[in-house]
């Protein structure tokens, strides 16, 4: 079922939330062997959670009730270790939950695991010397990262929904890597509260699911405005001039042709549906910097921070090590500013401006998922150069702190993993873009857990 299905269940007495459970942890069993989406199960302690809510007082208004969730394990979930896929983190347990998971609990969802991330949720796949995190949909490839786990648990249908989190894509890439519907909401609309300093304000809490129902049910939990939950069973985002970019973001390089084949079959759709879909160029950033310094100097404060809780920095992986010392001489010179951002989001609301848009589309990914292999031991540049060229299109839409989506549209034929289309909006569309969603899902919809699951 979906989770809107399950809870709509459990408040209604049709499901006891304590076999729903039950039914999540034999899912787990059964399927996480040959996946490794999870790094700790809650077996017990979700249990004890589901047998609580049987005596809720309030049973019957949960939004969550008696869902079962994923948290990625980069926020803290009361009396676990926050590993940050890394044995350079402490494993004290957390003292109290995330306001994100705070908020989850108290709609009644139940949290029965914690999800791989790699290394500080630093790259585009999901291992550690100890596990690959591989994808349902073809186990040779990786699920994308840093929410890789959490979308290979939603995609091989242990959970029905994950949470996960986006500081260059790190929700919508594996969405798009396991036809999942993946939302990074705008900033400020999920509570963030990183450490170190939220990657400079562009990594944002958001929802990986099967439907985009369900993906509007979690981000409204999180965001506290279930505004948000209502717009996603809205099919209806009115007439909408959305503009189409297909170029491609980087100075050298293409987008592979089934993704951006996906892009002109989706345009046609929603032409059919009474949008206008004009094309033209998106004005990407010339210059790198703005972003990549970012990545490297957020990546410093995090491992900072986790060295302040007890880490022992020492432990980092080679490639991380790199990352977080060029991230320190980016904090040294001081070298990332405001107006950075500032300056290219003029741009891009000016491009918005003349072609009179709503919403803008590109491709989700330029090339299908990379090899699920230990990328943990290969080199900081082979990791940089990897991450780059597989997935250009997000950034962007963190740098801005802009509202985007990862929509599923198709499987790639060679690949055999899905094929998806990305969208963003201006501050403040959140509820245009998951109605666009749900109107996208309606007319096309996408099978929701990989083959055989």
């Known amino acids: 079922m979906s989770a809107v299905q399950t809870a709509e269940g459990v408040r209604t007495g049709r499901l006891d939330p304590v076999q729903v459970t039950r039914d999540a942890l034999s899912r787990i069993a059964d399927r996480d062997g040959s996946i490794g989406a999870f790094v700790k199960v809650r077996a017990a302690k979700a249990v004890a959670e589901a047998e609580l809510l049987t005596a809720h007082p309030d049973l019957a208004k949960l939004p969550l009730a008696g869902v079962p969730v994923a948290i990625k394990d980069n926020v803290s979930v009361a009396g676990e270790p926050m590993t940050v896929g890394s044995a350079a983190t402490s494993r004290a347990p957390a003292l109290s939950d995330h306001t994100v998971v705070r908020r989850l609990r108290a709609a009644g969802a139940v949290v029965i695991g914690l999800t791989a991330v790699p290394e500080l949720c630093l790259w585009g796949t999901t291992d550690n010397e100890q596990t690959v995190t591989r994808n349902p949909w073809n186990p040779a490839r990786t699920p994308g990262g840093s929410s890789g786990g959490a979308a290979a648990a939603a995609a091989s249908g242990q959970v029905e929904l994950a949470h996960g989190n986006d500081g260059l894509g790190s929700i919508r890439i594996p969405a798009a ?186 491709p989700a990914l330029a090339a299908p998922p990379l090899e699920a292999k230990a990328w943990s031991s290969k080199s900081w540049a082979a990791n940089m150069w990897a991450n780059i060229n597989y997935a250009p299109f997000q950034g962007l839409f963190n740098l801005l702190g802009w509202p985007a989506m990862s929509v599923p549209f198709g499987v790639h034929p060679v690949s055999k993993t899905p094929v998806a289309v990305h969208f963003a909006g201006r501050p403040g569309s959140e509820a245009t873009l998951l109605k666009l969603a749900a109107q996208i899902e309606a007319a096309r919809p996408w099978q929701r857990v990989a083959p055989g699951y």
Not at 200 to 225: C, I, R, W, Y
Not at 293 to 299: F, H, I, Y
């Open 177 to 362: 890597d396991c036809g999942l519907f993946g939302f990074k909401p705008g900033l400020g609309v999920v509570p963030s509260e990183f450490g170190g300093n939220g990657w400079f304000k562009m990594s944002e809490n958001g929802p990986l699911a099967t439907t985009v129902a369900d993906g509007a049910l979690m981000l409204g939990v999180m965001a506290d405005d279930m505004a948000l939950a209502a717009a996603g069973t809205d099919a209806d985002p009115g007439k909408l001039r959305i503009v189409v970019a297909q170029n491609f973001p980087l100075a050298v390089g293409r987008t592979d042709k089934h993704f951006a084949q996906a892009v002109s079959s989706c345009s046609a759709l929603l032409a059919d549906h009474g949008h206008r879909v004009p094309q033209s160029k998106l004005p990407y950033p010339s210059n790198p910097a703005p972003l990549l310094l970012r990545w490297l100097a957020g990546a410093a404060a995090d491992a900072d921070d986790f060295a302040k809780a007890g880490g022992d920095l020492s432990k980092l992986q080679s490639r991380s090590k790199i990352h977080t010392s060029l991230g320190r001489a980016v904090q040294r010179f001081d070298l990332v500013h405001d107006v950075q951002a500032s300056t290219i989001e003029q741009k891009v609301l000016a491009y918005l401006d003349r072609n009179q848009a709503d919403v803008l589309m590109t």
